[in-house]
RNA sequence: GCGGGGGUUGCCGAGCCAGGUAAAAGGCGGCGGACUCAAGAUCCGCUGGCGUAGGCCUGCGUGGGUUCGAAUCCCACCCCCCGCACCA
């Protein structure tokens, strides 16, 4: 038998006369058009099946529009901008061995090769070339004739960026902004969560400067909660750490020497003066800001130089710290008086009650230190209670009387007005700083940096924000339920900085030192792929591509024949390009991960709505989750990662296929177990002999009449086509493909085991559909089987099966319903009665038992309950039947309607007639399967063979059963 | 913390928006049978519990509620996952 078949084989098979005859090469013509893509994977590594998950969805997309006639263009290209891959050359260049081992063991690089990764430009060229064979190894169908890359590498890709770039600038979208980041002193670079060996998350806080004065000094206490300066009794410092006096903006500030050399980094100028000892003054006073009150300087040892500026105000109604350190100082008199401060003075501070917080009394801070058994400030416990208060306070806390106008306010609500009023007032002032410690990969500890004049995305502006919306609301978004976060992040989103310092990239066209960066050079390049052709084949050259020129393909606007002339090109391929964008843009469909939705999809919306009039604003995103792998997230360091080359190689491509498709739809993560990837391997091979030997029984049974059998397949098929259809058309791959490779699987095994011989040219038919409903999904296996079943050239360009919605009989799938319901009760009984039976005895409801089930039926249908329709049927039909078989039949009848979805009612009432017949016609098969003999009685017919009295349980639909 | 998505029978995963067709699709696994010298593949049946007649009981995170009827609707609670920006 030749059983046997290699998909390794096939599938080099099929690539190589799909190429070879450019099926997927699309040029504008005057079919409908489909413009697919999917987002270009970034080169510092190989392609995993994470990425063959969402591309595949684009494939079955573009393949399933491609066979319903459109003209359909799937390009693919290469991202190559950024700091990652030109940071992974620098440290293969280190020698960096994790990187190395991940590089060989996990990406399957030849050692050889890595050493030559110190040049970034020879490992994205690398993992393009491998990448693309993977592409083309799982059959994607893909226009190769627009392939790019992108970068200052690719002189016409930069050309197009500048041109976004400046298009950008003319709409005022872009900004010069400050911002602080996480900074690394050594790289001199930001350093971002994946760029650390500690402190993944951290961010920059935000401290308030409270400037209190002291003589001539100012004494900047760091905080987060301004607003409690109005609770202000002391002020600490901590005695054994050393000052720094310093000059910033015209004053003397004291400063921990971290603090100094943090806010010299924040835009301040900081100039050397002098130094102290933090005891030196302990027990001066000083004056608060706002408040104007004289208060304390105290010693506390919880006041880290580390952190904030050293310096920190005492608030003890509302701050388990400062709260705790004052009674600490009561229970070591000796402290006090090594600094000549008397007891009474501390005894005298009397905490200040600023906020009203449900569940807490008048001083929240010194409750939760008494609740949680606070034994000093060097207890962790304080920490925990300061977090406590401080989210207590902020969400659920309002603002007592003392805040005057803020009054009555909650905590959150008023904190920004009176942050905005202090530092308008000048008595408060801006530091940033990390809350826990962070780590470069390179081993620095960071710190936070603000940056000058960088270069921003505007997002925050309103009106774009408004274009974004009113894209997303033509749009189609598959899953709906993905829209709510589009909908979430437009508003979310602020000024994102567009350009960087370091890395691969193209350089903005008027601040050369800097390269826009890899989110930005994402957003509308598919534009590109319309032209990319012209480029490739040599009819354009990359510094043609002037601003002008651009304007003109893309945007319609200026005069060909001028561009024509000052550029010195042909006007018909200026024309002919203009005219090719015009034709494949807008996109009609982007495919991307879920990570991707808050950042590159939404940058794509507001990109496009920023340059492009709204009839090129893209038709349909969709979204899908991320892959897991033996349900666990992929993870390149856990070794939890799969290459795609290495899966084509275990698997094949359709298996491949297969096995992802059938994992997940919608947002949910499919998860790949290469358990489940044999499975499907065993049921592609089955599948496909299956299909086979069908085939030749198809050629060799021929019948002339269409049977009720053979048009419950075709209502069958055409039912399939149709979910099909439907489920693809909207991304939903998995039941798409369920349905497909299982449904119409199962439909015809079941026709199978109903007939003896198969309507051959019925089957032969049913068969070309199948194939051609599989293409899409897996489309190796689909054009061998098109071949095999005697068809050419391609599957992949033959037309996708229309249903007919005439040919979805109800009537014979009710029919056939019927059948497996009995069939299934006879089961039941003989499970039950666990004998083995000679001969089975059907008997079919007597007349008189529908005329009453029809009446219920019209009663339900008014909407009668249970109790009046027994009512009725009672007094209508009790001269000729007893009540308690009236009852029992109202109530089976009843059940038995409520329980069947509207059309079906329709047709149980319709098929009243016809039980008997359906039983009589099914009496062979059921004789088949059960294997022995097998009568139909109608229940009222006289002289029925009926020992055990059954056909009196004889019900409509409900045939009374006896096995003997 | 903010925002989004979930918890279904041995596993994966439908159903939930529009309550009743539902012991709950389908796949996988397991068990039994057919075929075979045998194994594999394939086909058929079973796969919550009980039952010598198509039935009964229990059941969809937990606890309440609405309803003739709830996996589906409402309320409260518990748990899990994802994103939150200078990474791509």
Not at 32 to 57: C, D, E, Q, W
Not at 234 to 258: A, F, Q, T
Not at 556 to 576: A, Q, R, T, V, Y
Request: hydrophobic share 40%.
């Amino acid at each position: 038998m030749s059983k046997l078949i290699n998909f390794e084989e096939l599938e080099k098979k099929w690539i190589k006369l799909w190429r070879e005859n450019g099926i997927f090469e699309a040029d504008p013509n005057d079919k409908s058009k489909i413009f697919v893509t999917f987002p270009f994977p970034y080169m510092n590594g190989p392609l995993h099946l994470g990425h063959a998950f969402t591309a595949l969805r684009v494939d079955v997309y573009a393949r399933l529009k491609r066979m319903q006639g459109f003209n359909v263009l799937f390009p693919w290209a290469w991202h190559w901008t950024g700091a990652t891959i030109a940071g992974q050359a620098k440290r293969i260049a280190e020698h960096d061995e994790h990187v190395i081992k991940v590089l060989v063991e996990i990406d399957g690089v030849n050692p050889r090769e890595v050493e030559k990764f110190i040049d970034p430009i020879y490992m994205a060229k690398y993992y393009t070339n491998e990448n693309k064979s993977v592409v083309d190894g799982l059959g994607f169908s893909v226009d190769w004739r627009r392939e790019f890359h992108t970068t200052s590498h690719h002189k016409a890709f930069s050309k197009f960026i500048e041109w976004q770039y400046l298009k950008l600038r003319e709409k005022g979208y872009i900004v010069k902004g400050t911002h602080p980041i996480v900074w690394c002193p050594r790289c001199k670079s930001p350093t971002g969560d994946h760029d650390r060996l500690e402190g993944v998350g951290v961010s920059p806080e935000k401290y308030i400067l409270m400037k209190f004065k002291c003589g001539d000094l100012i004494l900047p206490a760091a905080t987060f909660r301004p607003e409690t300066i109005y609770g202000v009794t002391n002020l600490w410092l901590n005695p054994n750490v050393d000052y720094l006096i310093v000059h910033v903006d015209g004053e003397k500030w004291v400063l921990s020497k971290p603090a100094a050399e943090k806010i010299s980094n924040q835009l301040k100028k900081v100039e050397y003066i002098g130094e102290l000892k933090g005891r030196e003054l302990i027990g001066k006073k000083c004056i608060a800001p706002v408040v104007g009150r004289e208060v304390i300087i105290l010693p506390a040892f919880f006041v880290d130089p580390n952190n904030g500026t050293g310096v920190v105000y005492s608030v003890p109604a509302h701050a388990p710290y400062d709260w705790i350190a004052l009674k600490d100082l009561l229970d070591h008199p000796e402290l006090l008086s090594s600094y000549e401060i008397s007891r009474d003075e501390i005894e005298r501070i009397k905490p200040i009650s600023l906020i009203e917080v449900e569940g807490f009394g008048e001083f929240p801070a010194i409750e939760i230190v008494e609740k949680l058994k606070v034994r000093d400030q060097n207890d962790p416990k304080v920490e925990e209670a300061t977090q406590i208060i401080y989210k207590r306070e902020f969400h659920k806390g309002v603002l007592k009387s003392i805040y005057g106008k803020y009054a009555g306010l909650k905590v959150f609500e008023a904190k920004d007005k009176i942050i905005e009023e202090f530092l308008s007032k000048g008595c408060a002032d801006i530091m940033y700083d990390l809350t826990q410690k962070v780590i470069c990969r390179c081993g620095t500890p960071c710190i936070v940096k603000v940056l000058k004049d960088q270069w921003f995305l505007k997002y925050s502006d309103k009106e774009w924000k408004q274009l974004a919306k009113s894209a997303l609301k033509n749009m189609k978004i598959y899953p709906e339920d993905a829209r709510k976060n589009f909908e979430e992040v437009i508003d979310w989103l602020q000024d994102k900085a567009c350009t960087r310092a370091t890395g691969l990239g193209t350089p903005l066209p008027w601040d050369e030192k800097w390269l826009v960066e890899t989110l930005s050079d994402s957003t509308i390049y598919m534009a590109f792929y319309t032209i990319s052709k012209y480029v490739n084949d040599g009819r354009i050259s990359p510094e043609k591509l002037t601003p002008e020129l651009l304007d003109y393909i893309f945007l319609g606007k200026g005069d060909s024949k001028s561009i024509s002339k000052s550029h010195g090109l042909p006007l018909n391929l200026i024309n002919e390009m203009r005219s090719e964008f015009d034709y494949w843009y807008p996109v009609d469909l982007r495919v991307s991960a879920k990570e991707l939705l808050p950042n590159h999809l939404t940058f794509f919306i507001f990109h496009h709505v920023a340059i492009f009039p709204p009839e090129k604003w893209p038709k349909a995103i969709g979204v899908n989750g991320m892959l897991m792998i033996e349900g666990k997230p992929m993870s390149k360091s856990k070794g939890i990662f799969i290459t795609l080359k290495n899966a084509i190689k275990m698997f094949g491509a359709d298996v491949i296929r297969g096995t992802l498709l059938l994992s997940a739809e919608d947002l949910d993560d499919p998860d790949w177990r290469n358990k489940n990837a044999e499975d499907f391997r065993r049921n592609l091979k089955s599948i496909f002999n299956f299909m086979l030997e069908l085939k030749k029984r198809a050629m060799s049974e021929k019948i002339s009449e269409l049977r009720e059998i053979d048009r419950w397949l075709i209502s069958q098929i055409n039912k399939k086509i149709k979910t099909i259809t439907k489920n693809a058309e909207q991304l939903k791959t998995r039941t798409a493909f369920h349905e497909a490779f299982y449904g119409i699987w199962n439909d015809v095994k079941w026709y199978l085991r109903r007939v003896e011989k198969v309507n051959g040219d019925l089957i032969a038919d049913i068969l070309n559909i199948w194939v051609k409903l599989l293409a899409p999904f897996i489309p190796f296996t689909a054009e061998e089987l098109w071949e095999k079943l005697g068809n050419k050239p391609f599957v992949s360009t033959a037309s996708w099966p229309n249903y007919d919605e005439k040919k979805i009989d109800l009537r014979s799938d009710f029919s056939e319903k019927l059948i497996k319901n009995l069939l299934e009760d006879i089961l039941k009984i003989r499970k039950a009665i666990k004998i083995n039976p000679s001969r089975i005895y059907l008997y079919v409801a007597p007349a008189w038992k529908y005329d009453v089930y029809i009446e219920v039926a019209k009663l339900v249908s008014q909407k009668a309950s249970l109790k009046e329709i027994v009512r009725h049927v009672i007094s209508k039909f009790h001269a000729k039947y007893s009540r308690r078989e009236l009852i029992k039949l109202v109530q089976y009848s009843f059940e038995d309607i409520v329980n069947s979805p509207p059309v079906e009612r329709k047709l149980k009432i319709e098929s009243v007639s016809r039980e008997l017949e359906i039983y009589e016609s099914a009496k062979d098969f059921l004789e088949r399967e059960l294997k022995i003999k097998v009568s139909v009685y109608r229940a009222d017919q006289p002289e029925i063979y009926d020992p055990k009295r059954k056909a009196n349980s004889a019900m409509p639909f409900r045939p009374g059963i006896y096995i003997e």
